[in-house]
């Protein structure tokens, strides 16, 4: 499931920054190196975008793509399990 707020925040600050830096749609994307289409696609929110181009896009921009734990997360848990925990490992006996 797509969080679609996230991505019209995204589409709206694509658009104002470029629109700050007085470029259009084709500057951006020769600066980025993706098409125009592409460009466009960010600026009107679609929910499939390849995060490689978009930083791209991002950086062109000034703009940074920031990560963190939200609070309906699990927690790092991610159902996951790879055996049983053994503690600390043992020294070899000499």
Request: hydrophobic share 35%; charged share 25%; net charge negative.
């Amino acid at each position: 499931m797509h969080d679609h707020a996230f991505y019209r925040s995204l589409s709206t600050a694509l658009r104002e920054r470029r629109a700050a830096l007085d470029l259009n749609q084709v500057d951006v994307a020769e600066l980025a190196g993706c098409s125009t289409r592409f460009v466009h696609a960010a600026e009107a929110g679609k929910t499939t975008l390849r995060l490689d181009k978009l930083i791209s896009i991002l950086d062109v921009l000034g703009l940074d793509l920031a990560v963190r734990v939200s609070s309906g997360g699990t927690g790092g848990s991610t159902g996951r399990h790879d055996g049983p925990s053994q503690g600390p490992a043992e020294e070899p006996r000499s």
